[in-house]
């Protein structure tokens, strides 16, 4: 019997996927040796990579199963688009689409972060079983949000973004983008201190892409070492943007989307190099391999001559 799809999308047309029977996992059971690879899971029809291509429950629950048994560290799940100019959705549309993938997800075993600026939506994929919560309205956060943190002890990615979905092109503008990006996130990390978060549950993300142009990520990613020296494990999400697009420019047009991973992948390494906590990818396998090349790289002994 199929899992359905999810409410206005249509019935269902793939088989339901096999979900192996597994034990619950803690975040104490993933890696400490190496950078974390945190698979993107998009359920929505506006994503600039994917959009629309997991809408159906048993596509989304297979695509992250498929990344989970792949390797993936972390599944980031996300009902709503986040790129610029994305149209808002309402909590709870959001919420049906993402709630029945992360209970078959964690029924399988896998650590789940769920991308969502919603309050509501936190509470309810913390109740599904959700582990982290990856929030990236940045300075626009929901007031609620710290609260509802601070209570739930829950691990919280707190991203850098000044602006919205509509207007954070134009809120691109700095002077040193480096050290403001740092200055803010501090602020944001004294407001959810201050709520009682424990600093030790907060993930920093510079937010490449968010109110920021292509100069502006490379020299966020060069300075990743001043992110981490903050004490907070640091998130990195490059995957297929618009900066790696226009690197790979051939014939006066930005790379496509999907022809972005080999890219994303050495980004990946680069960043495992520096210190990041996680990456947050769409192609798993790249990127876990990247890392673990990076990881051997580093430790690594020259022999005695």
């Given at each position: 019997m199929s899992l359905g799809a999810i409410p206005g999308t249509g019935p269902a047309t793939s088989p339901m996927p096999i979900i192996r029977k597994s034990t619950a996992r803690t975040m104490a059971d993933l890696p400490s040796d190496r950078t974390l690879v945190m698979g993107i899971l998009n359920i929505n029809d506006d994503s600039f990579s994917d959009g629309g291509k997991y809408l159906l429950v048993d596509d989304a629950i297979s695509h992250g199963l498929a990344m989970y048994y792949g390797g993936a560290d972390i599944i980031d799940i996300g009902g709503e688009s986040t790129r610029p100019g994305a149209v808002p959705v309402d909590p709870a549309v959001e919420q049906a689409r993402i709630l029945p993938v992360i209970t078959a997800l964690a029924k399988a075993g896998a650590?789940?972060?769920?991308?969502?600026?919603?309050?509501?939506?936190?509470?309810?994929?913390?109740?599904?079983?959700?582990?982290?919560i990856n929030d990236v309205s940045g300075l626009t956060h929901e007031p609620d949000m710290p609260a509802l943190m601070?209570?739930?002890?829950?691990?919280?990615?707190?991203?850098?973004?000044?602006?919205?979905?509509?207007?954070?092109?134009?809120?691109?503008?700095?002077?040193?983008?480096?050290?403001?990006?740092?200055?803010?996130?501090?602020?944001?990390?004294s407001r959810f201190i201050a709520a009682g978060v424990k600093p030790e549950a907060?993930?920093?993300?510079?937010?490449l892409g968010f109110a920021k142009d292509h100069e502006h990520n490379w020299d966020l990613l060069r300075a990743l070492d001043r992110f981490t020296a903050l004490g907070h494990r640091v998130l990195v999400g490059t995957s297929r943007k618009r900066f790696l697009g226009e690197l790979l420019r051939q014939d006066g047009k930005p790379a496509a989307p999907a022809e972005r991973d080999a890219a994303t992948a050495a980004t990946s390494a680069l960043a495992a190099a520096n210190g990041a906590w996680g990456v947050r990818v769409h192609d798993v396998p790249s990127s876990l391999a990247a890392?673990?090349?990076?990881?051997?790289?580093?430790?690594?002994?020259?022999?005695?001559l």
């Amino acid at each position: 019997m199929s899992l359905g799809a999810i409410p206005g999308t249509g019935p269902a047309t793939s088989p339901m996927p096999i979900i192996r029977k597994s034990t619950a996992r803690t975040m104490a059971d993933l890696p400490s040796d190496r950078t974390l690879v945190m698979g993107i899971l998009n359920i929505n029809d506006d994503s600039f990579s994917d959009g629309g291509k997991y809408l159906l429950v048993d596509d989304a629950i297979s695509h992250g199963l498929a990344m989970y048994y792949g390797g993936a560290d972390i599944i980031d799940i996300g009902g709503e688009s986040t790129r610029p100019g994305a149209v808002p959705v309402d909590p709870a549309v959001e919420q049906a689409r993402i709630l029945p993938v992360i209970t078959a997800l964690a029924k399988a075993g896998a650590i789940i972060s769920v991308d969502t600026m919603h309050t509501s939506t936190a509470r309810a994929a913390l109740a599904a079983g959700a582990h982290i919560i990856n929030d990236v309205s940045g300075l626009t956060h929901e007031p609620d949000m710290p609260a509802l943190m601070a209570e739930t002890g829950a691990p919280y990615v707190l991203m850098h973004r000044r602006g919205d979905a509509g207007n954070m092109v134009t809120e691109a503008n700095y002077t040193d983008v480096v050290s403001e990006v740092l200055a803010e996130l501090e602020e944001l990390r004294s407001r959810f201190i201050a709520a009682g978060v424990k600093p030790e549950a907060l993930i920093l993300d510079p937010g490449l892409g968010f109110a920021k142009d292509h100069e502006h990520n490379w020299d966020l990613l060069r300075a990743l070492d001043r992110f981490t020296a903050l004490g907070h494990r640091v998130l990195v999400g490059t995957s297929r943007k618009r900066f790696l697009g226009e690197l790979l420019r051939q014939d006066g047009k930005p790379a496509a989307p999907a022809e972005r991973d080999a890219a994303t992948a050495a980004t990946s390494a680069l960043a495992a190099a520096n210190g990041a906590w996680g990456v947050r990818v769409h192609d798993v396998p790249s990127s876990l391999a990247a890392i673990k090349v990076a990881g051997a790289w580093m430790n690594s002994r020259v022999p005695a001559l």
